[in-house]
């Protein structure tokens, strides 16, 4: 059993220049990914919030919780420590809002197999065996010690991060839970693969 509390955090809140509209509005499964998403990590933790920009705030509902992103740090870091600034004794289930193929069932698995004693629990692909920082499950400390790696290191990479501290592992049961649906063609693949035949 854990001993801290676990907050989703649905990462709405990128500008999706390569895909060249918001990712976390393309509908896969009936309704926006980012919607799909939150209510998956609603299924699975103590509370969710979306992580979004100031000029989005128009666009959720009262009823669905938000932090919006201080604009202190670079990349997606920005939105996780605005979250951890807010709630800093919490460990923050992280997913990006562009994982279209990512379940319930997955997101059970990396929080029954997380970790306190790590700074975060992360999927990391067969082929690659890297971190997936934007699906992973990041302790306080953990987010508390990228604080000082952002100011003291001239990397804002997060995967960069894990892989140079004490995170663990978790495959996927498939690689492809953990896709990013980044440009047109991640986007009509991942059509493809989740229409019925």
């Given at each position: 059993?854990?001993?801290?509390?676990?907050?989703?955090?649905?990462?709405?809140?990128?500008?999706?220049?390569?895909?060249?509209?918001?990712?976390?509005?393309?509908?896969?499964?009936?309704?926006?990914?980012?919607?799909?998403?939150?209510?998956?990590?609603?299924?699975?933790?103590?509370?969710?919030?979306?992580?979004i920009?100031?000029?989005q705030?128009?666009?959720?509902?009262?009823?669905?919780?938000?932090v919006?992103?201080?604009?202190?740090?670079?990349?997606?870091?920005?939105?996780?420590?605005?979250?951890?600034?807010?709630?800093?004794?919490?460990?923050?289930?992280?997913?990006?809002?562009?994982?279209?193929?990512?379940?319930?069932?997955?997101?059970?698995?990396?929080?029954?197999?997380?970790?306190?004693?790590?700074?975060?629990?992360?999927?990391?692909?067969?082929?690659?065996?890297?971190?997936?920082?934007?699906?992973?499950?990041?302790?306080?400390?953990?987010?508390?010690?990228?604080?000082?790696?952002?100011?003291?290191?001239?990397?804002?990479?997060?995967?960069?991060?894990?892989?140079?501290?004490?995170?663990?592992?978790?495959?996927?049961?498939?690689d492809?839970?953990?896709?990013?649906?980044?440009?047109?063609?991640?986007?009509?693949?991942a059509?493809?693969?989740?229409?019925?035949?």
């Amino acid at each position: 059993m854990r001993d801290n509390k676990v907050y989703g955090l649905v990462l709405a809140g990128g500008k999706s220049t390569r895909m060249g509209k918001d990712k976390g509005a393309i509908v896969y499964h009936n309704r926006p990914q980012r919607e799909h998403l939150y209510d998956l990590l609603q299924r699975v933790c103590d509370r969710t919030f979306y992580s979004i920009r100031e000029d989005q705030v128009e666009e959720f509902s009262k009823l669905e919780e938000c932090v919006v992103d201080k604009n202190i740090f670079k990349g997606p870091f920005n939105g996780m420590l605005s979250a951890h600034e807010q709630f800093p004794d919490v460990a923050w289930m992280v997913m990006a809002c562009d994982m279209p193929f990512m379940d319930e069932q997955a997101l059970r698995k990396l929080l029954e197999q997380s970790d306190e004693d790590y700074i975060a629990t992360a999927f990391a692909t067969q082929e690659s065996g890297l971190p997936e920082p934007l699906a992973a499950i990041w302790e306080p400390q953990g987010l508390a010690g990228a604080i000082d790696y952002l100011r003291n290191s001239s990397s804002s990479c997060p995967r960069k991060y894990l892989i140079n501290s004490h995170t663990k592992l978790v495959s996927p049961d498939r690689d492809q839970l953990v896709l990013n649906a980044n440009s047109i063609e991640d986007y009509e693949h991942a059509v493809a693969k989740l229409t019925p035949r």
